[in-house]
């Protein structure tokens, strides 16, 4: 069976990954949230809430099933140990939705895989080529702040500072989207979606 070109788009929180992907979206292009898929799997698939349980206790779900986010957070926030043995779990159960994922879109040219933690392509992944989303600090924090106003510009800057620097995600990089708002944006979105359906 033919299988799609799989292209990942990365971004640092405010970079506007999720703006490039509605985009592609738009253009008709399928597009698989990874961050918010896994937080759909953590609640519906029952062997990965089976293995969370078994990790962290009863305490990761609510009386009602839900998944106790905060509570969890604040298990491995502190314990990489923890939180590397969490991530053990949910990353198969989401690269086997992906793959499913994939499967039901394979007559599609190709498909987009947004996720805030990416690796280069093939590296212990699936993807043909990674695009990264670059924006300048500021605008970055800028757009964070009119989006979650409840956060600090010190907040908003430990995040940022939590996350991979921009050199190194330029590293894992095929192509750079600049979304600084003097570059124009559907052009450069145009052009790869042009590569990409040629299977480039």
């Not at 757009?143 to 907040?155: G, K, T, V």
Request: charged share 20%.
């Amino acid at each position: 069976m033919k299988t799609p070109l799989q292209i990942g788009v990365t971004g640092g929180i405010g970079s506007g990954k999720s703006l490039i992907c509605a985009v592609f979206g738009a253009l008709g292009v399928p597009v698989y949230a990874a961050d918010d898929r896994a937080k759909w799997l953590t609640e519906h698939d029952p062997i990965l809430k089976a293995d969370i349980v078994r990790l962290l206790g009863p305490e990761a779900y609510t009386p009602l099933g839900q998944y106790n986010r905060q509570w969890v957070a604040s298990q491995v926030f502190q314990n990489p140990e923890l939180l590397g043995q969490l991530n053990q779990l949910v990353h198969p159960r989401v690269m086997a939705d992906t793959a499913r994922w994939v499967a039901q879109h394979a007559h599609h040219p190709y498909v987009v895989k947004e996720a805030a933690i990416m690796k280069r392509a093939g590296d212990h992944n699936t993807l043909d080529k990674v695009v990264v989303v670059q924006a300048p600090m500021d605008l970055r924090i800028a757009r964070i702040r009119l989006r979650d106003p409840q956060r600090s510009e010190a907040q908003i800057r430990g995040i940022i500072q939590n996350q991979m620097s921009d050199e190194d995600r330029a590293a894992l990089a095929d192509y750079i989207l600049i979304n600084d708002e003097t570059a124009l944006l559907l052009p450069q979105i145009i052009a790869l979606h042009d590569q990409f359906r040629a299977g480039r």
